[in-house]
């Protein structure tokens, strides 16, 4: 019993950063069609981002770290954006294979800037207690996601330019007829998304090592999260990666680490099997 | 829909088009370097070196057949590779071990034989499950997944997770698999010393017939009434559902072919390379060799061969010469080839859109 109950900060934390990075991997392939694959990498820039920042604000770095590692990755994919990804809106498999190029040499950048072997960044003292079964970064995670998430939802339906984002998902077209800049609506998204990343990658240095490779582990359960809640959608996003994230930590629980990721497989296709196109589905008569 | 009123489709060939020589020429002629000059100038270790560039070759075959023809981008051939490569390396590791246990169950402390590895004692045994297990597992997830109309992305994300999961899965089952270390230091393959330059000279030239038979195949495949609907079911999936045709069964089998194909090529390798681990068959691998598809060109077979053996060379050339710049020009390969040439190398060659 006590073994279950401690399972739960675990796999609710790791679904909350599921959840950080999923959002914007979600945002960008709804809105645009595309599959960023360097988006893992923007997760190592954030996490890099509260490593350096260190040395200046010592134990607190990961405050001061938040908004800065969401500028830093915000920036990072706002130039992959300008410079590569736009070119190949609406080719989702190639911008798959575009974007792994990328994420292959931002890697070797951090190897070479950091070196190959894991960093570690000491976590705040006012983290270190635990509340109840909750270890206090784990709960600290969660909230940033909780906060993350309101404050996503609050942009996207109550201010123009988020209600604007929305009408670009739904119909490009349409949008652009009635006088939306779209492409200035793709820089904003793929800021957004790739700045909460950033924030992902700041959350995991309180749980773990640091290094070049760090993207690597959650890109892939990341996507899991984006098929299983739904393109575009936030509720989707939300209880698909912690569904995922609780999933995981369970089946790693109850059988082991090596079988879990089969059995989250098994558990995802047989889901497809119901809901082939997610939790929730933007409508569309669209044919492909 | 004004595009379609503008262009009508290409009218049907005229009762018999003027049989094109060009290709079937350029086969036999790689065909004879491959059998005849090669074996005879490349020193033992090169050509075992040309031999594992073979084997991806076939796995790249396999991937052009799937997404090139096919439009199903598959991340996770790796792991069709790998059940191919762990089936044929089980059988020679009990062939080497006789009566006893294979070392590394004995470091592991595995004391009997796992039930899963008797019946691979049988070479008939073990080479059918080179075919069967990546065919099953390949026929299953595709039945699956695109029976529910899940396909581009979806699909491309769906199979990179499986490559992730199998890799984990194998270093987890240390007893089972050899963890990390996968399965390696073979003794004899079928009666013959592994490591000796007869046998791997033989192996060569194994591989580079099956690849030649398998490409044969997959070629009239592709210029088959099948390959025509593979093609339209990659070019408009909803338009060849509404002409009567069920296009989860034509993808189906395609990925089941090219996941066939995989497993022979990983059964291939085990032998030539002497090891199979879950290094060689994660997510890295596996993109790897899409990106080798890429550049050899997609949207031809031939393309897919080539892009693989090039890729091969190139990985080997740079990562002794230039080890750390290896990253970044593979990183900016990809990018130039994917943004340049979507077309691949072949695209250079062929006037006529190979696309079509």
Same mark, same amino acid.
């Given at each position: 019993?006590?073994?279950?109950?401690?399972?739960?900060?675990?796999?609710?934390?790791?679904?909350?950063?599921?959840?950080?990075?999923?959002?914007?991997?979600?945002?960008?392939?709804?809105?645009?069609?595309?599959?960023?694959?360097?988006?893992?990498?923007?997760?190592?820039?954030?996490?890099?981002?509260?490593?350096?920042?260190?040395?200046?604000?010592?134990?607190?770095?990961?405050?001061?770290?938040?908004?800065?590692?969401?500028?830093?990755?915000?920036?990072?994919?706002?130039?992959?954006?300008?410079?590569?990804?736009?070119?190949?809106?609406?080719?989702?498999?190639?911008?798959?294979?575009?974007?792994?190029?990328?994420?292959?040499?931002?890697?070797?950048?951090?190897?070479?800037?950091?070196?190959?072997?894991?960093?570690?960044?000491?976590?705040?003292?006012?983290?270190?207690?635990?509340?109840?079964?909750?270890?206090?970064?784990?709960?600290?995670?969660?909230?940033?996601?909780?906060?993350?998430?309101?404050?996503?939802?609050?942009?996207?339906?109550?201010?123009?330019?988020?209600?604007?984002?929305?009408?670009?998902?739904?119909?490009?077209?349409?949008?652009?007829?009635?006088?939306?800049?779209?492409?200035?609506?793709?820089?904003?998204?793929?800021?957004?998304?790739?700045?909460?990343?950033?924030?992902?990658?700041?959350?995991?240095?309180?749980?773990?090592?640091?290094?070049?490779?760090?993207?690597?582990?959650?890109?892939?359960?990341?996507?899991?999260?984006?098929?299983?809640?739904?393109?575009?959608?936030?509720?989707?996003?939300?209880?698909?990666?912690?569904?995922?994230?609780?999933?995981?930590?369970?089946?790693?629980?109850?059988?082991?680490?090596?079988?879990?990721?089969?059995?989250?497989?098994?558990?995802?296709?047989?889901?497809?099997?119901?809901?082939?196109?997610?939790?929730?589905?933007?409508?569309?008569?669209?044919?492909? | 829909?004004?595009?379609?009123?503008?262009?009508?489709?290409?009218?049907?060939?005229?009762?018999?088009?003027?049989?094109?020589?060009? !290709?079937?020429? &350029?086969?036999?002629?790689?065909?004879?370097? /491959?059998?005849?000059?090669? =074996?005879?100038?490349? $020193? +033992? *270790? #090169?050509?075992?070196?040309?031999?594992?560039?073979?084997?991806?070759?076939?796995?790249?075959?396999?991937?052009?057949?799937?997404?090139?023809?096919?439009?199903?981008?598959?991340?996770?051939?790796?792991?069709?590779?790998?059940?191919?490569?762990?089936?044929?390396?089980?059988?020679?590791?009990?062939?080497?071990? !006789?009566?006893? &246990?294979?070392?590394?169950?004995?470091?592991? /402390?595995?004391?009997?034989? =796992?039930?899963?590895? $008797? +019946? *691979? #004692?049988?070479?008939?045994?073990?080479?059918?499950?080179?075919?069967?297990?990546?065919?099953?597992?390949?026929?299953?997830?595709?039945?699956?997944?695109?029976?529910?109309?899940?396909?581009?992305?979806?699909?491309?994300?769906?199979?990179?997770?499986?490559?992730?999961?199998?890799?984990?899965?194998?270093?987890?089952?240390?007893? &089972?698999?050899?963890?990390?270390?996968?399965?390696?230091?073979?003794?004899?393959?079928?009666?013959?010393?592994?490591?000796?330059?007869?046998?791997?000279?033989?192996?060569?030239?194994?591989?580079?017939?099956?690849?030649?038979?398998?490409?044969?195949?997959?070629?009239?495949?592709?210029?088959?009434?099948?390959?025509?609907?593979?093609?339209?079911?990659?070019?408009?999936?909803?338009?060849?559902?509404?002409?009567?045709?069920?296009?989860?069964?034509?993808?189906?089998?395609?990925?089941?072919?090219?996941?066939?194909?995989?497993?022979?090529?990983?059964?291939?390798?085990?032998?030539?390379?002497?090891?199979?681990?879950?290094?060689?068959?994660?997510?890295?691998?596996?993109?790897?060799?899409?990106?080798?598809?890429?550049?050899?060109?997609?949207?031809?077979?031939?393309?897919?061969?080539?892009?693989?053996?090039?890729?091969?060379?190139?990985?080997?050339?740079?990562?002794?010469?230039?080890?750390?710049?290896?990253?970044?020009?593979?990183?900016?390969?990809?990018?130039?080839?994917?943004?340049?040439?979507?077309?691949?190398?072949?695209?250079?060659?062929?006037?006529?859109?190979?696309?079509?």
């Amino acid at each position: 019993m006590e073994g279950i109950l401690n399972q739960l900060p675990i796999g609710l934390s790791i679904g909350a950063v599921l959840l950080l990075i999923a959002l914007g991997l979600t945002f960008t392939f709804g809105q645009m069609g595309v599959i960023n694959m360097a988006h893992g990498e923007f997760i190592m820039a954030g996490a890099y981002t509260a490593y350096l920042l260190q040395d200046f604000a010592g134990r607190n770095a990961v405050l001061v770290a938040l908004p800065v590692a969401f500028l830093v990755a915000g920036l990072m994919g706002l130039i992959l954006e300008r410079a590569a990804i736009r070119h190949f809106y609406g080719r989702p498999l190639d911008t798959l294979l575009l974007t792994w190029g990328v994420s292959l040499v931002l890697q070797q950048v951090a190897r070479d800037l950091f070196g190959a072997p894991n960093v570690q960044v000491t976590s705040p003292t006012w983290l270190q207690g635990t509340l109840g079964p909750m270890p206090y970064n784990r709960l600290f995670i969660l909230l940033l996601a909780v906060g993350s998430v309101v404050a996503i939802w609050v942009y996207m339906n109550r201010s123009a330019q988020g209600r604007r984002m929305q009408a670009v998902m739904q119909n490009r077209q349409l949008a652009a007829t009635s006088g939306i800049n779209t492409g200035r609506v793709d820089q904003r998204t793929f800021f957004i998304g790739s700045g909460l990343a950033g924030i992902a990658g700041v959350a995991l240095t309180l749980i773990g090592p640091v290094g070049p490779t760090l993207g690597t582990y959650y890109i892939v359960d990341a996507f899991l999260v984006v098929v299983a809640g739904g393109l575009g959608q936030l509720r989707g996003a939300v209880i698909a990666a912690l569904a995922l994230g609780l999933l995981n930590s369970y089946a790693e629980f109850w059988t082991n680490a090596s079988l879990a990721k089969v059995i989250v497989f098994v558990v995802i296709i047989a889901f497809l099997q119901f809901r082939p196109q997610g939790l929730f589905v933007l409508r569309s008569r669209a044919l492909t | 829909m004004t595009a379609i009123l503008e262009k009508p489709p290409v009218t049907p060939a005229p009762v018999k088009e003027p049989r094109d020589w060009r !290709g079937p020429a &350029l086969f036999a002629l790689v065909a004879v370097i /491959g059998l005849v000059v090669m =074996p005879l100038v490349l $020193e +033992p *270790f #090169r050509l075992g070196l040309l031999a594992k560039y073979l084997t991806y070759a076939i796995v790249a075959l396999g991937i052009g057949l799937a997404w090139g023809q096919g439009g199903m981008l598959t991340l996770g051939q790796g792991v069709f590779f790998g059940l191919g490569g762990y089936a044929m390396g089980m059988h020679l590791k009990l062939n080497d071990a !006789g009566d006893g &246990l294979p070392d590394f169950m004995v470091w592991s /402390g595995v004391e009997t034989l =796992p039930a899963l590895w $008797e +019946p *691979f #004692r049988n070479p008939v045994f073990a080479i059918a499950m080179v075919v069967v297990v990546p065919g099953a597992v390949a026929w299953l997830l595709g039945t699956l997944v695109f029976r529910q109309r899940v396909r581009g992305a979806y699909f491309a994300i769906l199979t990179q997770a499986l490559a992730a999961a199998m890799v984990i899965l194998l270093v987890g089952q240390q007893g &089972l698999t050899g963890g990390t270390n996968g399965l390696t230091n073979f003794f004899e393959f079928f009666g013959q010393d592994v490591a000796a330059d007869s046998t791997q000279r033989g192996l060569y030239f194994t591989v580079a017939i099956v690849l030649g038979v398998l490409f044969l195949g997959a070629w009239q495949l592709q210029r088959s009434r099948f390959g025509r609907l593979l093609l339209a079911v990659r070019d408009g999936e909803d338009r060849v559902r509404f002409l009567g045709y069920n296009p989860a069964t034509v993808k189906t089998i395609t990925f089941t072919l090219s996941a066939v194909m995989a497993g022979i090529a990983g059964a291939l390798f085990v032998p030539v390379v002497g090891i199979i681990s879950p290094a060689l068959l994660g997510v890295v691998p596996s993109l790897e060799l899409v990106v080798a598809v890429a550049v050899g060109g997609r949207f031809a077979l031939a393309g897919a061969v080539l892009g693989a053996v090039l890729m091969g060379y190139a990985k080997t050339y740079f990562s002794e010469e230039l080890p750390d710049a290896w990253l970044y020009l593979q990183g900016a390969l990809f990018i130039l080839v994917i943004g340049l040439a979507p077309k691949g190398i072949i695209g250079f060659f062929r006037r006529k859109d190979v696309t079509a």
